[in-house]
């Protein structure tokens, strides 16, 4: 019952008007002064009584029950110690945090998220607690701060009124779900701060058909934040401010993400560096934290050291380009092989979105990963090379103009590198050229090879574009006594 509070004055006041005053003031006083009060029990023992209080949570006024110090405090073996009782500001759970035994004691810190409610002085062998061991500490001005704080979930969580104002932290390796109560039960005025700092990708997912930001769910990506608040207005019962983090890449960035013959079996295994690319379709980052290692003699599975093949075509097939991608699969960054150039067989196997091809890799006749080196260069290119070149063309030079199919990843263009040779017993040329250039008669001024004296031979080594069956044109002014033609390696811009 509420009470109004009139300053008593006895010089002033008549004595029932006095006392009137005394009672009602001392009332109104009393509710603040009891709430959380700490004493003794009314048969002293090793635990002191909390008396009940409030917190204020937002829109909302919680009670929380008188309550005993659990477990009964212990007494110091050897030297007093100074004991502190605080309260979650959370919970309403009060809590004891032991001091350390000293011959001049000091108590221990409040704990973060606590307010402090008393301090109890101890003595060795002392066997109750009573008034004057206790020392009042509260502070009334915390006591409505129950908002404001930070929770950390490390699993799928659903949202309560209380957790109004609060900074909500997700952090897991893998995706996690943050369920928004119905509008209804949060009510309009309610907001939170939601911040993801795992891996996995946190989707806020409201109540049945409610929308947040007129969407059905919204993900957040690592080191992403928002704050979301309430309106309870149909059609509209979510929206967000504020939302930051990493912030989307330049459309078609690539960094890192370099790939090599893994180690641990060279001939199956390719290693991934960390890195990051923006997705081919320009929606996602893809960032990849720590390295990864894929198999491509087994179907794909999430994970280092998992299956890297899509499932179709499985096995793994002979003499066959194989692409490896980096994507997303249910909010996990992943990596693998497919023999497709936009890794359709990834996505229609294994649900794989997002994707960003990150380089390319070429089988041989016994179905084993062909060795190479490659490193990142200038603005995210890899610079590839074959450990032992292949010899893509053996007398081919006539003075008809041909093309030939070198060992660059099919489905893309590339810069190619290689070397020629040619033997004539009498003057000859020949040249290499991209597919759009011209088919022009060799001569000397054009050559690439010359044979310049009968008997002799020419070498050289050139840099050409492929178009995306790999292909380059040659031409000769006639056909020499032998020509033979390598690739060993090639710049891929990962575009």
């Known amino acids: 019952m509420g009470q109004t509070f009139i300053q008593p004055d006895f010089t002033a006041q008549l004595n029932t008007a006095y006392k009137t005053n005394i009672d009602s003031s001392m009332a109104v006083v009393g509710q603040q002064a009891a709430m959380f009060a700490p004493h003794e029990q009314v048969t002293p023992n090793m635990t002191i009584k909390i008396d009940e209080g409030r917190q204020y949570s937002g829109r909302l006024l919680n009670v929380i029950a008188a309550q005993n110090t659990s477990p009964a405090i212990v007494a110091p073996s050897s030297l007093p110690r100074i004991d502190r009782v605080t309260i979650d500001r959370v919970t309403g759970n009060f809590g004891v945090t032991t001091g350390a035994e000293n011959a001049t004691p000091v108590a221990p810190a409040v704990l973060v998220g606590h307010c402090p409610i008393a301090q109890i002085f101890l003595n060795p062998g002392q066997t109750v607690i009573v008034n004057a061991d206790i020392t009042d500490e509260r502070d009334f001005t915390l006591f409505g701060l129950r908002t404001g704080l930070h929770q950390k979930h490390t699993s799928n969580y659903t949202s309560t009124p209380n957790d109004n104002q609060m900074l ?40 049945g058909a409610e929308l947040i930001d007129n969407e059905s769910t919204l993900t957040l990506n690592r080191d992403e934040s928002l704050i979301i608040f309430c309106s309870a207005v149909a059609g509209v019962e979510f929206w967000t401010v504020g939302r930051s983090g990493i912030s989307d890449m330049p459309e078609a960035h690539i960094n890192g993400l ?7 079996d060279d001939e199956h295994d390719i290693l991934v560096t960390p890195g990051e690319a923006r997705s ?58 497919d023999n497709s150039v936009t890794g359709a067989n990834l996505a229609s196997d294994h649900s794989a979105v997002n994707l960003r091809r990150i380089g390319s890799v070429l089988t041989d006749g016994p179905k084993n990963i062909i060795q190479f080196r490659s490193r990142e260069i200038e603005g995210g290119a890899l610079e590839f090379w074959w450990e032992t070149s292949i010899i893509d063309g053996a007398d081919i030079l006539s003075s008809t103009a041909g093309n030939v199919e070198l060992s660059t990843p099919l489905g893309y263009q590339v810069e190619a590198f290689c070397t020629a040779h040619m033997d004539d017993t009498g003057t000859a040329f020949a040249r290499y050229y991209p597919q759009f250039a011209t088919d022009e008669t060799v001569a000397r001024a054009n050559a690439m090879i010359r044979n310049e004296v009968g008997g002799t031979h020419g070498n050289v080594s050139f840099r050409v574009q492929t178009d995306t069956a790999s292909l380059i044109r040659h031409r000769a002014d006639s056909t020499p006594d032998s020509d033979d033609l390598s690739t060993y390696g090639w710049i891929d811009p990962r575009r």
């Open 280 to 337: 081919t379709n320009d929606v996602a980052n893809l960032i990849l934290t720590v390295a990864q290692t894929k198999r491509i003699d087994a179907s794909w599975t999430t994970g280092d050291n998992g299956g890297g093949l899509s499932s179709t075509p499985h096995p793994v097939l002979a003499s066959t380009w194989y692409h490896m991608f980096i994507f997303t699969i249910s909010g996990l960054v992943e990596v693998g092989f």
């Open 168 to 207: 909500l932290e997700f952090n897991l390796a893998t995706p996690l779900e943050f369920a928004l109560a119905a509008a209804s039960v949060l009510r309009e005025g309610w907001f939170v701060y939601v911040h993801n700092s795992g891996n996995g990708v946190l989707t806020i997912n409201p109540d």
């Open 258 to 264: 370099n790939l090599s013959n893994d180690a641990g």
